[in-house]
């Protein structure tokens, strides 16, 4: 039985029942799970690791919702730099048509490794593209290397461009063919258990990458086995038009016939959620992932993530991939997501602003909630011992110092001082402990050039 205390916090944010913020904060945890949070005085004094949080923040780790980690090899492409969804979806994917499982493993890691580094501990990830023997085994493979908590996506695209699709035929799958894996996947993989390092998501891509019959028959599956479902839903307008012109309905409307709402869903995006679609999303419990960042890069628009709040609609924070934020730094999307609402969709004092404190329940306890988890996203006795510990000392939050969690998000940090995931130490002193980054992402830059030369 292994022991971990964190002590001496400046403020631990709990995000418990209560919200409590406590000055001179500790938890402490056995097993990778939380056995006790309070003062420093009033938990124990010693465990088998002990961190000094003096001078951090300490908060729940964050959950990132939705990500293509693949997408790190291919990032700020000239091509596609300026365009929007469609025509970059166009431009990249005969670049990944390239993909080998090789570069698979590498990008996961990477990816996780920048999350880790900013604030998050649980990841999905969404792969929808298998060439050249690429599986979903080998993001696996890589997360259970690196130490992040994972839900990993089966994704898949069935209808190529011969067929009206967006994508090119070379990089679609068989429909039963997919089905078939999903199933592998999820009777290989799949831990129900509470505090699981590892489920599958069964995650066909989009409306205008796969067949009503397979978005059908991969939900009829998903409750078959238990799991979640997840996909790409009303990004933008051209998003909607594709929609409305093949199957003659809105995307809630879509989901909606094809079983694809409920609290085992989570849908990516939802910038052109209609008010209708808002409504069903929050009478039946569906959840959204929301990427501000993704969604400014490629021009799509700012999300109505207040109005989805109001009405009850289970709201998360996610990166998206790389190549269409070309960031994956979790702190830094939660700003995103916090300055984007008061843009876009009213002042502070009304109805439409999110404030510091609601981002980042959003991004903790909102993930958690979109995911269909209990376990993550607060911290409080009987949750995963999943937090990180931000440093004050940096100067991209001095003169903050008054209000330290609300600084996490108004102000620059760049990186959190530790992450602990499931107990483990996986950031100490800002360095990863599970993986020699320098090295890593020497060999990650070679994949990356072979992939666009």
Known sequence: MSTLLIRRATLLATLDAQRREIADGA?????????????????????????????????????????????????????????????????????????????????????????????????????????????????????????????????????GQSKGGLPPDRVVEDEAAILRDTQRLIERWHDPARHAMTRIVVAPCSPFSVSRELMRDAALLAREKGVSLHTHLAENDNDIAYTREKFGCTPAEYAEALGWVGRDVWHAHCVKLDAAGIDLFARTGTGVAHCPGSNMRLASGAAPIRAMRDAGVPVSIAVDGSASNDSGHMLGEARLALLLQRVAHGPVKGPSALTAREVLEIATLGGAQVLNRDDIGALAPGMSADLVCVPLDDIGVAGALHDPLAALFFCHVPRVRHTVVDGRIVVRDGRLTTVDLPAHLERHNRLAAALLG
Request: charged share 15%; aromatic share 8%.
């Open 27 to 159: 938890v402490f945890a056995r097993d990778g799970v939380i056995e006790a949070v309070g003062t420093t005085a009033q938990l124990p004094d010693h465990a088998d690791e002990v961190i000094d949080a003096r001078g951090q923040v300490v908060i729940p780790g964050l959950v990132n919702t939705h990500h293509h980690f693949y997408q790190t090899l291919t990032r700020a492409v000239p091509a596609a730099q300026d365009a929007e969804l469609f025509t970059w979806l166009k431009t990249l994917y005969p670049i990944w048509a390239k993909l080998t499982p090789e570069m698979a493993f590498v990008s996961t890691q990477t990816a996780m490794a920048e999350l880790l580094l900013s604030g998050c501990t649980t990841s999905s990830d969404h792969l929808y593209l298998f060439p050249n023997g690429t599986r979903l085994d080998d993001t696996i493979e890589a997360a259970q290397q690196i130490g992040m908590r994972f839900h990993a996506a089966r994704g898949a695209m069935s209808v």
